[in-house]
């Protein structure tokens, strides 16, 4: 069973940066037709796709408003995903999730940041404060 468990989470002031990090087990198959991304949630709003990368190639995609300020990577040899966070907003606060999506829409998926991937880590909280 395929598991993701997302770190790095906390409080920061306007301006500051956070690294966010997750960790992905379980997966039997191939690594490299995979998505994994980061979508954030806050109350009274829909989930938000944030970043997406194609696990295989590294391909990125980013939410038009994280763009330049937040990168997307993954690490092949650990099986993690990080999103560095820079330039951080009050609006960047909330709930941060991991997710992975392989079926056969994964590449549509990774490139639109739907937020219908299949599975899913239990979040971590990001505060921005101005």
């Known amino acids: 069973q395929v598991r993701l468990t997302e770190s790095g989470g906390g409080s920061v002031a306007a301006g500051g940066s956070l690294t966010l990090s997750c960790a992905a087990s379980g997966y039997t198959g191939s690594d490299y037709n995979v998505c994994m991304g980061w979508f954030r949630e806050v109350p009274g709003k829909e989930r938000e796709g944030v970043a997406s990368?194609?696990?295989?190639?590294?391909?990125?995609f980013y939410a038009d408003s994280v763009k330049g300020r937040f990168f997307i990577n993954r690490d092949l040899v650990k099986k993690q995903i990080y999103l560095q966070m820079n330039s951080l907003k009050p609006e960047d606060t909330g709930m941060y999730y991991c997710?992975?999506?392989?079926?056969?829409?994964?590449?549509?998926?990774?490139?639109?940041?739907?937020?219908?991937?299949?599975?899913w880590g239990q979040g971590t909280r990001v505060t921005v404060s101005s």
């Open positions: 997710a992975a999506e392989s079926g056969p829409d994964a590449w549509r998926y990774c490139h639109s940041l739907t937020p219908t991937f299949f599975t």
């Open positions: 990368v194609w696990y295989g190639s590294g391909g990125q």
